[in-house]
């Protein structure tokens, strides 16, 4: 029994080399004879330059370090080891032991003390046991790279998180726009990812993992060209490594979004179709009565006040019917060639009769080509983002527009960012902007923002909206330069 067992080590030992290095050619030799009995690889060396000389100190998982030798100390030596080796277990080997020394050299990355004179058995129990921990942490290594292997070449996004470092495949680089290095970090993660929002998402990612992941996590994403993204992040969690599954749920949530968009819009329709008839011929008729009411009046100029008030405020009425009718119709477009800043210019001049005394400024990169777009539902949308921001700037609107070009996998897109100094909006306001039928104005339907997004949506283009309360609204507005008809 104690034959196979000692034939059992010697064999898992046979692979395992040992650098014995100590200026006592008697020490070396008897130290050597003692391992190889044991099944290890021994090499030897007689002082610091000795050692140093050797190529690959990497490739030896055990170093027996005397602490002193003729042409060092192996408190100075042991940083120069560590660097070349980090894997490398250093046991230290002296006659002259004070817990001082004892302690620095710990400090330094030292595995093991060994005292002269010492037992052959206590320099094999001892070595032993580190021959133990450098195969676990072998198979550990060996492990984590087959796991790196999987994560890099899954065709799936996939992320592979050891501690606070993050290893990203294609997939997510491709989904992304950013390179690994860039975001290689749980802290770049979310940082560059999630921009504003990277507080609010990163603690919604760690109450997830506390628990185990459960449940997935989404996870509101800016792309490298500014395209907004959402995506699910299903994790597994083992000791300090992770693994995330990422999808890019995007379009399955637009898909669901739209869906519930037009089970809506079919409702809103079929009751603006049953109410137009009667809704139309009611307005006319109170119109027909105004107009005989007024030649009665003639001359009496505070009642003439109040039914130009009354007419007004069936133009309100019917300017809310047909906004409700617009949300609840199709989007047909017109598609031909336009230059954005045309089109901005020419939203801004329409305005100019009812909003005078305000600022528009564009600018925009040199050469920008024109897009396929309906001129008429686009500015329609830039009127709209205009009003509002004429609206929460007071009396005298300073606005700001830029557009830039990226190119992205889809083909180029057009950005357009509209930016205000007005009151800004709530968190609340800003969360709600696009839902039908929500507004903070004492008129209107709530309707605006909501058609805004519908056009853009049709353009096959995206629109979001950033602010804070005090530091103004920014609106951003993609398009792709060639809208599918």
Same mark, same amino acid.
């Given at each position: 029994m104690t034959n196979r067992l000692t034939g059992d080590?010697?064999?898992?030992?046979?692979?395992?080399?040992?650098?014995?290095?100590?200026?006592?050619?008697?020490?070396?030799?008897?130290?050597?004879?003692?391992?190889?009995?044991?099944?290890?690889?021994?090499?030897?060396?007689?002082?610091?330059?000795?050692?140093?000389?050797?190529?690959?100190?990497?490739?030896?998982?055990?170093?027996?370090?005397?602490?002193?030798?003729?042409?060092?100390?192996?408190?100075?030596?042991?940083?120069?080891?560590?660097?070349?080796?980090?894997?490398?277990?250093?046991?230290?080997?002296?006659?002259?032991?004070?817990?001082?020394?004892?302690?620095?050299?710990?400090?330094?990355?030292?595995?093991?003390?060994?005292?002269?004179?010492?037992?052959?058995?206590?320099?094999?129990?001892?070595?032993?046991?580190?021959?133990?921990?450098?195969?676990? @942490? %072998?198979?550990?290594? =060996?492990?984590?790279?087959?796991?790196?292997? #999987? &994560?890099?070449? /899954?065709?799936?996004?996939?992320?592979?998180?050891?501690?606070?470092?993050?290893?990203?495949?294609?997939?997510?680089?491709?989904?992304?726009?950013?390179?690994?290095?860039?975001?290689?970090?749980?802290?770049?993660?979310?940082?560059?990812?999630?921009?504003?929002?990277?507080?609010?998402?990163?603690?919604?990612?760690?109450?997830?993992?506390?628990?185990?992941?459960?449940?997935?996590?989404?996870?509101?994403?800016?792309?490298?060209?500014?395209?907004?993204?959402?995506?699910?992040?299903?994790?597994?969690?083992?000791?300090?490594?992770?693994?995330?599954?990422?999808?890019?749920?995007?379009?399955?949530?637009?898909?669901?979004? @739209? %869906?519930?968009?037009? =089970?809506?819009?079919?409702?809103?329709?079929? #009751? &603006?179709?049953? /109410?137009?008839?009667?809704?139309?011929?009611?307005?006319?008729?109170?119109?027909?009565?105004?107009?005989?009411?007024?030649?009665?009046?003639?001359?009496?100029?505070?009642?003439?006040?109040?039914t130009a008030r009354i007419r007004r405020s069936l133009?309100?009425?019917?300017?809310?019917?047909?906004?409700?009718?617009?949300?609840?119709?199709?989007?047909?477009?017109?598609?031909?060639?336009?230059?954005?800043?045309?089109?901005?210019?020419?939203?801004?001049?329409?305005?100019?009769?009812?909003?005078?005394?305000?600022?528009?400024?564009?600018?925009?990169?040199?050469?920008?080509?024109?897009?396929?777009?309906?001129?008429?539902?686009? @500015?329609?949308?830039?009127?709209?983002?205009?009003?509002?921001?004429?609206?929460?700037?007071?009396?005298?609107?300073?606005?700001?527009?830029?557009?830039?070009?990226?190119?992205?996998?889809?083909?180029?897109?057009?950005?357009?960012?509209?930016?205000?100094?007005?009151?800004?909006?709530?968190?609340?306001?800003?969360?709600?902007?696009?839902?039908?039928?929500?507004?903070?104005?004492?008129?209107?339907?709530?309707?605006?923002?909501?058609?805004?997004?519908?056009?853009?949506?049709?353009?096959?283009?995206?629109?979001?909206?950033?602010?804070?309360?005090?530091?103004?609204?920014?609106?951003?507005?993609?398009?792709?330069?060639?809208?599918?008809?």
């Open positions: 080590i010697t064999a898992a030992n046979a692979l395992l080399r040992v650098l014995i290095v100590d200026d006592d050619q008697a020490m070396r030799s008897s130290v050597r004879r003692v391992l190889r009995l044991d099944g290890y690889q021994v090499t030897t060396a007689g002082s610091c330059a000795e050692m140093l000389g050797l190529g690959n100190l990497d490739g030896f998982f055990a170093i027996l370090l005397d602490r002193k030798l003729p042409d060092g100390d192996s408190s100075k030596l042991i940083a120069q080891v560590r660097e070349r080796a980090p894997n490398t277990a250093i046991l230290i080997i002296t006659g002259h032991a004070d817990m001082d020394s004892t302690l620095v050299a710990f400090r330094q990355g030292v595995d093991d003390y060994l005292i002269k004179p010492f037992e052959p058995d206590t320099l094999r129990s001892r070595l032993g046991s580190l021959a133990e921990l450098y195969r676990m @942490k %072998l198979e550990l290594r =060996e492990s984590e790279s087959r796991m790196r292997f #999987m &994560v890099e070449n /899954l065709p799936a996004g996939a992320v592979y998180v050891d501690r606070e470092t993050l290893l990203i495949n294609r997939a997510v680089e491709a989904m992304t726009g950013y390179a690994g290095s860039e975001i290689g970090s749980v802290e770049a993660w979310f940082s560059v990812l999630c921009c504003d929002k990277s507080d609010e998402c990163r603690k919604k990612y760690q109450l997830v993992k506390e628990a185990g992941f459960p449940d997935a996590c989404v996870l509101p994403i800016t792309r490298r060209d500014g395209v907004p993204r959402e995506l699910e992040l299903a994790g597994y969690r083992y000791d300090h490594h992770e693994v995330w599954l990422v999808t890019d749920i995007t379009e399955l949530h637009n898909a669901q979004k @739209k %869906l519930v968009q037009s =089970e809506r819009l079919a409702a809103i329709g079929q #009751m &603006v179709t049953g /109410l137009a008839h009667e809704s139309r011929n009611a307005l006319q008729r109170a119109r027909g009565c105004l107009d005989l009411l007024e030649l009665d009046l003639e001359g009496q100029s505070e009642q003439l006040d109040l133009g309100d009425l019917q300017r809310n019917y047909e906004e409700v009718r617009d949300y609840a119709a199709p989007i047909n477009l017109r598609l031909s060639d336009w230059q954005l800043v045309t089109l901005l210019q020419h939203a801004f001049e329409d305005l100019q009769c009812e909003f005078g005394g305000h600022d528009l400024r564009i600018e925009a990169q040199d050469g920008l080509p024109p897009i396929r777009a309906d001129e008429h539902r686009l @500015k329609q949308v830039f009127r709209n983002v205009f009003e509002n921001s004429i609206a929460a700037s007071g009396c005298k609107a300073e606005i700001t527009v830029s557009i830039d070009r990226q190119r992205c996998e889809n083909g180029a897109h057009q950005t357009v960012t509209i930016q205000d100094r007005g009151e800004g909006m709530s968190p609340e306001t800003l969360a709600r902007l696009f839902e039908p039928f929500y507004t903070t104005k004492q008129s209107g339907t709530g309707l605006g923002m909501a058609i805004c997004q519908r056009v853009i949506d049709a353009h096959g283009g995206t629109l979001r909206a950033t602010s804070k309360p005090g530091a103004g609204t920014t609106i951003h507005i993609s398009l792709p330069e060639q809208t599918k008809p």
